[in-house]
T-cell receptor, first 112, second 113 residues
């Protein structure tokens, strides 16, 4: 079993739809959870950063962490064509400075 | 503007040649990382460094080497021993304390001639 599982998609939705992106993980030591957005031929851009369980909202984006189920989600409301990108989940244990463990990324396409 | 600069954007390697990818950051970050990204594989850690003059191997260090002589610089050399070097290489950095998130540069795409 891989440490972090993420459905690669592709996921295609119409403009204005609510998008749900998910990752599951196996290591219960993970404490910090991130979502990155990556456009083609660019580096990943940090979208959301959460610690432990709970929800965090930033504009149209909501991140949820359920540590009991080892499951994290990113919701995008009112999706826009500019949201078309690959979304990577990442996580780390509590030790500062250690490397992140990434999912393989989900490719999202939002059509106008 | 603070950020992470990777150069060159595109790089071509000939058979048996070593090539060096540059990564510079002006964020005053302590830790720096090199990842490799292949289609369908996600990001895999090559090397990381938490302080100057010290670095550790990641999951796929074979065929690569690094140095950390300055806090702001963490160059990656892809040696001739790396038999499948074609990939997108990403450099990241973060502050050492407080479990800060990593921030990435815009990558270098390496191809074989």
């Amino acid at each position: 079993q891989k440490e972090v599982e993420q459905d690669p998609g592709p996921l295609s939705v119409p403009e204005g739809a609510i998008v749900s992106l998910n990752c599951t993980y196996s290591n219960s030591a993970f404490q910090y959870f991130m979502w990155y957005r990556q456009y083609s031929r660019k580096g990943p851009e940090l979208l959301m950063y959460t610690y432990s369980s709970g929800n965090k909202e930033d504009g149209r984006f909501t991140a949820q962490v359920d540590k009991s189920s080892k499951y994290i989600s990113l919701f995008i409301r009112d999706s826009q064509p500019s949201d078309s990108a690959t979304y990577l989940c990442a996580m780390s244990v509590s030790q500062a400075g250690t490397a992140l463990i990434f999912g393989k990324g989900t490719t999202l396409s939002v059509s106008s | 503007d603070g950020g992470i600069t990777q150069s060159p954007k595109y790089l071509f390697r000939k058979e048996g040649q070593n090539v060096t990818l540059s990564c510079e950051q002006n964020l005053n970050h302590d830790a720096m990382y090199w990842y490799r990204q292949d289609p369908g594989q996600g990001l895999r850690l090559i090397y990381y460094s938490q302080i100057v003059n010290d670095f550790q191997k990641g999951d796929i260090a074979e065929g690569y080497s690094v140095s950390r002589e300055k806090k702001e610089s963490f160059p990656l050399t892809v040696t001739s021993a790396q038999k499948n070097p074609t990939a997108f290489y990403l450099c990241a950095s973060t502050l050492q304390g407080g479990n800060q998130p990593q921030h990435f540069g815009d990558g270098t795409r390496l191809s074989i001639l």
